[in-house]
């Protein structure tokens, strides 16, 4: 049982590069979540999804786009990235909205 | 708008030496409160849900609680082993969202 895995673990892009990182669950979670996590700043959320088929803004969107694929997978697209965009990022899912959470490793990207 | 905020931002204890942390909030209708731990590297582990004040949750050396103001996380005993970064987050009945603190590092010297 892997809980929540997310690729790649490490990236590093030019500005203006676009990429996308994957996450995918296997508890049956209806919620998923992209955070990301900058020194001193906390968890801010970037979109969520509370249910497959259905996707919100959260906190920081800006400049990200998301998929939920299907039920498993939700996906974080940066369209053309920049150096403010570095940061680490987590995917996260939760059986219902908001409640307790299981995370993903976590991908490290820097934008140079 | 919800906030969250810990202390200390970072502790140091000897091994067996007892201490809590502190997380305080401020939210418009509070729906739950989560612990949870971080270790270097990795994310977030889930540790406990707390929904109203008085309620008490524990989990090994681990003793979560809270008001209507505030929560604690006290560590009995601690071991090296709880070494990790303790994350406070809260949730409320207006925007669905989790507020998360910026977390209290533990640090326990054997």
């Known amino acids: 049982n892997a809980g929540v895995t997310q690729t790649p673990k490490f990236q590093v892009l030019k500005t203006g590069q676009s990429m996308t990182l994957q996450c995918a669950q296997d508890m049956n979670h209806n919620s998923m979540y992209w955070y990301r996590q900058d020194p001193g700043m906390g968890l801010r959320l970037i979109y969520y999804s509370a249910s497959e088929g259905t996707t919100d803004k959260g906190e920081v969107p800006n400049g990200y786009n998301v998929s939920r694929l299907n039920k498993r997978e939700f996906s974080l697209r940066l369209e053309s990235a920049a150096p403010s965009q570095t940061s680490v990022y987590f995917c996260?899912?939760?059986?219902?909205?908001?409640?307790?959470?299981?995370f993903g490793q976590g991908t490290r990207l820097t934008v140079v | 708008e919800d906030q969250v905020t810990q202390s200390p931002e970072a502790l140091r204890l000897q091994e067996g030496e007892s201490s809590s942390l502190n997380c305080s909030y401020t939210v418009s209708g509070l729906r739950g409160l989560f612990w949870y731990r971080q270790d270097p590297g990795k994310g977030p582990e889930f540790l406990f849900t707390?929904?109203?004040a008085g309620e008490e949750k524990e989990k090994e050396r681990l003793k979560a609680t809270l008001t209507k103001k505030e929560s604690f996380l006290h560590i009995t005993a601690p071991k090296p082993e709880d070494s990790a970064t303790y994350l406070c987050a809260v949730t409320s009945g207006g925007y669905q969202k989790v507020t998360f603190g910026t977390g209290t590092k533990l640090q326990v010297i054997p």
């Open positions: 996260a899912s939760s059986g219902q909205m908001n409640t307790e959470a299981f």
């Open positions: 707390l929904y109203s």
